[in-house]
């Protein structure tokens, strides 16, 4: 990812990060890459973003998860619940630590903005 940045900044000058471009605390740091081929935004903000995404995406599959399990259970496939409950306790934990990783960033973030 680092590598993608890195290219999209020799290509193109992508000006300011557009964070908070709509209140009285707009991002000062320059854009470095544009996230999913639009907004530009600064090295904090990509990886921000990044996480952000992830959190998501394992919010979802847990609750797939939840919904498939919901369905197996009264059928007697034990080996599947058992292999379910593990999938979901590891994506819990992975959610866990994704999300402490978020809080850690953006609060990096808000230290930034005043500076
Ligand atoms: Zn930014």
Redesign the pocket.
């Known amino acids: 990812m680092t590598e993608q940045i890195a290219e999209e900044r020799s290509t193109e000058d992508l000006g300011t990060?557009i964070?908070g471009g709509s209140t009285d605390q707009p991002?000062p740091?320059p854009a470095v890459a544009r996230w999913r081929g639009g907004s530009p935004?600064?090295s904090?903000?990509y990886r921000e973003a990044e996480v952000q995404e992830e959190s998501d995406e394992l919010r979802l599959s847990l609750d797939l998860l939840g919904a498939f399990k919901y369905e197996v259970c009264g059928h007697s496939l034990q080996v599947l619940e058992e292999n379910l409950e593990r999938l979901q306790v590891g994506f819990q934990e992975r959610l866990s630590d994704t999300n402490g990783l978020l809080r850690m960033l953006s609060d990096q973030a808000d230290r930034h903005k005043g500076s």
């Open positions: 990060c964070m991002c740091r935004l600064c904090e903000h």
